[in-house]
């Protein structure tokens, strides 16, 4: 490793030059007085592009997309008037493991206790949703915390690092001697560690002596990038595969071991009681919560089956499910080492052929052919995602929102090329998510950017309507309207038996004319005839595009959500599963 020769710098190139040294490209935030200091050596010392965001809750989100897409920590800053406005998103990204670097300026240390404006303990508030929180005291320091930050964010579990700069800080001069990067934090997983072996010949003893088993991806599969160590595994041993929602796109849906999404968000009959009737689960990359699992009711009494489970964070091993087997490890290279010794000490391994793309195409079929009435004035989101399904380009990143917007394509949009291109944010669930993460999408790849969102989402932050179509990027945000809080409204009146929600629904607006004032090419749907013409048109014009459509509210046409069906049946209502 290089060191450089020492150097007189103030505390603001000192940051700019160990973000450049870790190759970072792009930060989001948005400015204040506390960060003028930094801004002014930005601008005339660094060619890392500033995305400004219209809110610091959009830059918080942005940047935990941004870093799920490219595999890269992605810097966010915000100053100290807005700090606690990046607490969704920092929350977000530190339960999903996802290495957020967050800057957050601040008034000089201890004025807070003068009652200095803006100034709050900042450290205390981030201690519990970051990995470590720590205070730039002296400038010397920086190289120093700045490799500690992106060495903590990318190992082990990822996860988001704050680090609090006083404003006295971007001016204070040192000599610094240390100003280097270590590479390998530069990307996650930083390092991959290999399961305890005699665990891994464990699993390969329960995987073949299973007479129906099924693995179950994670995120964290994703994170590890580890598509084609399972695929491997899974050909060779004829497993099929399911992955949580936010595991979508871990193999090619298509492929003939593929399950598709199971769980309560978006999985579909078939996939759940595929899993439900497994004699044996290995968990990949999964911490077993409540939405993947339908509230732990998925895999039916717990005792009447195998249970395997390898992650890289040992809390969540068996942690809701009795393990047979745990493996802490990197998933990538834990199943590379399991394939290893499979070809290498099962040599002839000969396992009947498995696929399931009947039952997946059957399935599927069966909701697209439904033809079940919708309410006067709406369209049918099954339609809307065969459609796009359809048409739907091999690089374009599809980012949802936790509700009606994310159900249908979770359950029904087919990933033919894995990766992680479905961007949701089911670790929190909170609403105003689907367009910041389509902001980090449209600087994390080229391809086009498709953003489903609600009304209900939609109003968290119509404000960064601008900032899409300021970066001049092909974006297409599909705004499915029903002017409600529709996953509340559902909720109340399937599982509580409330007749009338209180305070789920708010007041008709045009949405289209609010898209045209900030410049977005606008359309409406109101046929299932438009549909096709509308999408294309919209995803083939590189710029910022805007589609509304109506669609009845999650009480009147049941989706994919297990114990939402249940009720419906129960009830005689019409549903989706």
């Not at 499910?321 to 040599?347: C, N, Q, T």
Request: with cysteine; net charge negative; aromatic share 8%.
């Amino acid at each position: 490793m290089e060191h450089s020769k020492a150097e007189r710098m103030n505390g603001a190139q000192i940051i700019l030059k160990m973000l450049e040294l870790h190759g970072v490209k792009h930060v989001f935030g948005l400015p204040g007085e506390t960060t003028i200091g930094w801004y002014k050596e930005w601008r005339a010392n660094s060619d890392i592009k500033f995305v400004l965001t219209r809110d610091e809750r959009t830059a918080s989100y942005a940047a935990e997309s941004y870093a799920k897409i490219t595999g890269r920590p992605c810097v966010l800053e915000a100053p100290s008037p807005g700090v606690t406005h990046c607490t969704p998103g920092i929350t977000e990204a530190y339960l999903s493991s996802v290495p957020v670097i967050f800057f957050s300026s601040d008034i000089p240390i201890n004025q807070d206790k003068k009652h200095g404006l803006t100034g709050i303990d900042q450290t205390k508030l981030y201690d519990s949703i970051c990995k470590e929180s720590f205070v730039l005291t002296n400038a010397r320091e920086i190289p120093f915390l700045m490799r500690r930050a992106f060495r903590v964010a990318t190992s082990g579990r990822p996860a988001p690092v704050h680090i609090r700069v006083p404003i006295n800080i971007f001016g204070e001069e040192a000599e610094i001697e240390d100003l280097y990067a270590e590479p390998d934090y530069s990307f996650y997983p930083a390092h991959r560690p290999v399961a305890d072996h005699s665990k891994i010949r464990a699993t390969i003893d329960v995987l073949l002596a299973a007479k129906k088993p099924a693995i179950v991806c994670g995120q964290g599969a994703l994170i590890s990038k580890a598509t084609d160590a399972i695929l491997e595994l899974a050909e060779l041993l004829q497993i099929p595969v399911g992955t949580t929602t936010p595991g979508k796109g871990t193999i090619p849906e298509d492929h003939p071991l593929a399950l598709r999404v199971i769980g309560g968000r978006g999985g579909m009959e078939y996939s759940n009681q595929y899993v439900h009737d497994a004699d044996t689960i290995f968990f990949i990359g999964s911490n077993t919560d409540s939405a993947a699992t339908d509230h732990w009711k998925l895999y039916g009494d717990p005792k009447t089956k195998t249970f395997l489970h390898l992650d890289i964070a040992e809390a969540h091993v068996g942690n809701n499910f009795p393990v047979k087997v745990g493996l802490v490890g990197d998933a990538r290279a834990s199943i590379e080492y399991m394939v290893e010794l499979l070809k290498s000490e099962h040599p002839n391994l000969a396992r009947a052929p498995v696929d399931l793309n009947p039952i997946k195409q059957t399935a599927l079929d069966k909701v697209f052919n439904s033809n079940i009435p919708m309410p006067e004035g709406t369209i049918s989101p099954v339609k809307l995602s065969q459609v796009l399904d359809k048409i739907m380009p091999d690089d374009a990143v599809v980012t949802s929102e936790p509700g009606v917007s994310a159900i249908y394509p979770s359950a029904l949009l087919t990933f033919r090329k894995p990766g992680r291109r479905y961007i949701t944010n089911y670790s929190m669930g909170a609403l105003g998510y689907s367009i910041p993460a389509g902001l980090g999408a449209l600087y994390a790849t080229d391809g086009p950017v498709i953003s489903f969102t609600g009304d209900g989402s939609f109003g968290f932050v119509i404000g960064d309507m601008e900032t899409l179509k300021r970066s001049g990027k092909n974006i297409t945000v599909i705004l499915t309207r029903n002017d409600t809080f529709g996953w509340i409204r559902g909720e109340a009146i399937l599982l509580d038996d409330v007749d009338e929600p209180w305070a789920t629904d708010f007041g008709r607006v045009d949405y289209c004319k609010v898209a045209e004032g900030f410049g977005f090419k606008t359309d409406k749907i109101t046929s299932e005839a438009d549909i096709e013409p509308i999408l294309s048109k919209a995803i083939a014009n590189p710029g910022a595009n805007f589609i509304e459509m109506m669609v009845p509210s999650q009480d009147k046409i049941i989706p994919f959500v297990p114990n939402w069906v249940r009720a419906a049946r129960a009830k005689n209502l019409p549903h989706f599963y």
